[in-house]
């Protein structure tokens, strides 16, 4: 492989990588708040895109389309949250993940049934042409990465700075407690729906243009998301981050080394390494407590 | 003097176990109330049911208002701060965010700093270490902790739940001289469980003994300290 065939590899790794890392925070973000791991993460997504593809095609403007987007994302997570995970909230792991299954499930044939299966083109809101006159990277590729640290680091700050972002990270660690400070506990995880509803829908906006609208788009992101999450520690924002862009570049050289049939390969056995090395991902915490 | 919490018939239980049959008792405004009895006497529970944590039936009244059918963090709000069997920090996060996070329902900022300060005055180990994860701290560091988050409130009524639990004899001391002082000075009535009934008599103005569930004997602290037949049978002292 040439010098430069290996860079345009990593940076386009690197934008597939934006991808998987935002999908990875939404699943983090939820299995922060309430050690569940949401199997449906990509079909929300992609239903998120769906509806901004709905407000364009009805004429409303990119950015406006993609804001909107972004808030109906949050209160649908926050519904779904409300609805259909309050239920099982004490039922037995197995229930919950089959819940979550079943919720994929209908998201997708929902999908299909309302926008049928035809692939459909998603536009781009970055120029065509390549920006600064680079031969590397796309501006998409670039836009999407640009994105998806600005999401990053507004999570950061919520999180870390603010009395709403202490009072979830406190609700996720220790519900009893929490309670006993006053915290609206059953609002916080909700709000964590909300978060990853709203994460999800930004993802799937910027990944339609390259693998186009349709119900199944993120079925294999969603995989290379759940090895982002793990490489990165499931619990680790942070994490899940740079493990996005970690499997992001090993996805594209492997790929172009020993050819595209061995790409989805590629996050399987990140799965099972990390979970058989370090099951706590680079970033997890492995909780100390004195006791 | 009125009565800042009452309780009346009194029932909780786990699933399918009673362990409280109906229980009445008062802490009064401003005054000590202490909780006493053997292990598995209701004691702990009672504290939870105070304060929701339990499923509870029965008539509580925290000045004049009715919180038997609120939720925890509703009754919680009403300025009844609990400190938990087992302590309840929030071991991942650190010291100064605990306090934070004891504050969670106040407004005034201003204020929330000063008692910030009033609790590292209260417990120099605490500013020490306050950028330090709660989880790492000693047995005693964390029970100051808890006592400091549960103050951040500016609670009226303080629910301490054996607060000197495994703790070296000079740091309960130490607690304790606070637990007077925020009663005295802040005007906190404090509702205080204790196995050790020795101390919790002689802070106390009443005292409530508990046997399965059931109180058995009640009456102003120093009564109960002086009946010897009482704290032989009961007390064990």
């Not at chain 1, 229930?95 to 919720?103: A, D, K, Q, R």
């Not at chain 1, 406190?170 to 909700?190: C, D, F, K, T, Y």
């Not at chain 1, 862009?245 to 390969?265: D, M, P, Q, R, S």
Request: glycine share 10%; aromatic share 8%.
């Amino acid at each position: 492989m040439t010098l430069d065939l290996f860079i345009h590899q990593v940076f386009s790794g690197l934008a597939s990588g934006g991808i998987y890392a935002s999908v990875a925070l939404a699943l983090v973000m939820i299995y922060q708040a309430t050690h569940h791991v949401n199997f449906a993460q990509g079909e929300l997504a992609m239903f998120s895109t769906y509806i901004a593809w709905s407000l364009m095609q009805a004429g409303m403007p990119y950015w406006a389309a993609f804001f909107l987007t972004v808030a109906i994302a949050f209160v649908l997570g926050v519904v779904i949250e409300r609805v259909i995970v309050r239920p099982v909230e004490n039922a037995p792991i197995l229930s919950v993940v089959i819940v979550f299954i079943g919720l994929l499930v209908i998201v997708n044939s929902l999908a299909g049934w309302i926008f049928s299966y035809t692939i459909k083109p998603f536009p781009s809101p970055f120029p065509a042409e390549p920006l600064f006159g680079n031969r590397y990277v796309s501006s998409h590729e670039l836009g999407s990465m640009a994105i998806t640290l600005v999401v990053l680091s507004i999570l950061f700050v919520f999180f870390r700075f603010t009395p709403l972002g202490l009072a979830m990270r406190a609700a996720a660690q220790n519900p009893e407690s929490s309670r006993l400070v006053g915290i609206r506990v059953g609002w916080m995880l909700a709000l964590g729906w909300g978060l990853a509803g709203a994460i999800g829908a930004i993802a799937g906006v910027m990944v339609a243009p390259t693998v186009f609208l349709e119900p199944n788009m993120m079925s294999g992101i969603l995989l290379y998301a759940f090895a982002a999450a793990l490489v990165g520690g499931i619990d680790s924002p942070g994490g899940a981050v740079l493990g996005g862009f970690i499997v992001g570049v090993l996805e594209n050289v492997v790929g172009a080394v020993l050819g595209t049939e061995l790409k989805l390969t590629v996050a399987l056995v990140l799965i099972v390494g990390v979970l058989v090395v370090r099951p706590s991902g680079l970033f997890g915490k492995v909780h100390v407590t004195r006791v | 003097m009125a009565a800042l919490l009452e309780v009346r018939d009194l029932h909780a239980q786990y699933g399918p176990t009673q362990v409280l049959h109906g229980l009445s008792f008062a802490v009064e405004a401003g005054g000590i109330t202490t909780i006493l009895g053997a292990n598995g006497a209701g004691k702990t529970t009672t504290l939870r049911a105070v304060c929701g944590m339990v499923k509870r039936q029965g008539e509580v009244t925290l000045a004049g208002t009715r919180i038997d059918k609120l939720a925890t963090e509703s009754i919680v709000r009403l300025g009844v701060a609990h400190v938990p069997d087992g302590r309840g920090t929030f071991a991942a996060l650190s010291v100064e965010e605990n306090l934070r996070l004891g504050a969670y329902t106040r407004r005034d900022k201003v204020e929330v700093a000063a008692d910030t300060e009033r609790m590292y005055a209260y417990f120099p180990r605490l500013k020490e270490r306050c950028k330090q994860q709660a989880g790492l701290l000693s047995g005693g560091e964390q029970q100051m902790l808890a006592v400091s988050r549960a103050l951040m409130l500016r609670p009226k009524l303080l629910l301490l739940d054996e607060p000197s639990f495994g703790l070296a004899p000079l740091v309960v001391q130490e607690l304790f001289e606070i637990f007077k002082e925020i009663n005295r000075r802040d005007r906190v009535s404090l509702l205080l469980v204790e196995q050790n009934a020795a101390l919790a008599l002689k802070v106390a103005d009443r005292a409530y003994l508990l046997e399965t569930g059931r109180v058995v004997i009640s009456g102003p602290a120093e009564d109960i300290r002086n009946d010897e037949s009482v704290r032989r049978s009961y007390l064990g002292y």
